[in-house]
Nanobody, 111 residues
Framework: QVQLVESGGGLVQPGGSLRLSCAASGMIFRLYVMGWYRQAPGKQREFVAR???????LYEDSVKGRFTISRDNAKNAVYLQMNSLKPEDTAVYYCNTENKWGKGTLVTVSS
């Protein structure tokens, strides 16, 4: 069965950077669109970024120019490089493909 495991979250100061990773198993990874979503406290889960099997990317407007999604098909992994982090980026970040979700990794941006 498909499993998605996120890692890389933590506490970072405003303006700092983090790199999230998602390790996938139980699927032919290279064939699937992979995405990152986030859920801030008291808010609904929202789309952050996605990358197609061909490497085409799409970003939510508030993260454009700051976040970069990438994938390594040899490692069955997808990444989210987050730069210039803001307090409003604080959320649990989830990896997604089709209707499968990881358990999430917490990112806290605070001084």
């Amino acid at each position: 069965q498909v499993q998605l495991v996120e890692s890389g979250g933590g506490l970072v100061q405003p303006g700092g950077s983090l790199r999230l990773s998602c390790a996938a198993s139980g699927m032919i990874f290279r064939l699937y669109v992979m995405g990152w979503y986030r859920q801030a406290p008291g808010k609904q889960r929202e789309f952050v970024a996605r990358i197609s099997s061909e490497g085409n990317t799409l970003y939510e407007d508030s993260v454009k120019g700051r976040f970069t999604i990438s994938r390594d098909n040899a490692k069955n992994a997808v990444y989210l490089q987050m730069n210039s982090l803001k307090p409003e980026d604080t959320a649990v970040y989830y990896c997604n493909t089709e209707n499968k979700w990881g358990k999430g990794t917490l990112v806290t941006v605070s001084s």
